[in-house]
């Protein structure tokens, strides 16, 4: 059985979820030196504003720190803030109703690590989209190029190329009337707005790599 490798993430663009669904068995990538700027602690969601990003500040971060050793900052309200602004963007959504309670328990969650929280929120959506994810965390680090593993750690921010490798067949955004379809924001969107219609919309996105 092949394994598929991912970065940890925050609330996972869609794409990340999508390859998750189609994956046999999923492994994080927890030994590699962490990156600044990507979606291992940053969620892309669309607001009244266009699109904003939640940021989890990190704690002792060096450069050479592994990402299975980054801890989250708590010298700033930054859960509450997270919260509130996710319920002011999706309150109009269709199914912000049904989901608004298991998304806001992880802010109250008490993880000292990133790769926790992560997990934690992988598992609220799993439980959302009524999936088990096959997921577990690397015990080394996988260089590029390894054979066992089909890598999609390119699924990151700064790959100017990855909109390119994205495709989505658009659904109704809360701020539709605002701004344009924007594809490829973190899982949040996709449930808030198409409820129990996620899972068919995840399927159907194709990762071209």
Not at 74 to 92: C, F, G, S, V
Not at 106 to 135: C, G, P, R, T, W
Not at 167 to 182: G, R, W
């Amino acid at each position: 059985m092949k394994k598929t490798l991912f970065p940890t993430a925050y609330f996972a663009p869609s794409i990340q979820y999508s390859a998750y669904l189609k994956s046999e068995k999923i492994e994080i990538e927890i030994h590699e030196h962490f990156p600044k700027q990507t979606f291992r602690n940053r969620a892309y969601i669309m607001t009244a504003n266009g699109v904003f990003t939640l940021s989890i500040p990190l704690s002792g971060r060096k450069n050479h720190t592994l990402t299975k050793d980054i801890k989250i900052s708590t010298e700033e309200d930054w859960k509450k803030l997270h919260w509130k602004t996710i319920e002011n963007a999706y309150q109009r959504s269709p199914f912000f109703e049904f989901y608004d309670t298991k998304i806001e328990k992880l802010y109250h969650s008490k993880h000292q690590f990133l790769i926790d929280f992560n997990q934690e929120a992988e598992s609220i959506i799993a439980d959302i989209l009524k999936v088990n994810f096959d997921s577990n965390f690397t015990k080394d680090f996988v260089p590029v190029d390894n054979n066992n593993y089909s890598d999609l750690r390119l699924i990151n921010p700064k790959n100017k190329d990855l909109p390119l490798m994205i495709t989505e067949n658009p659904y109704l955004q809360v701020f539709a009337d605002k701004f344009p379809y924007t594809s490829n924001l973190s899982i949040l969107d996709v449930i808030f707005n198409l409820g129990p219609e996620s899972t068919s919309h995840l399927m159907q996105m194709a990762l071209t790599v």
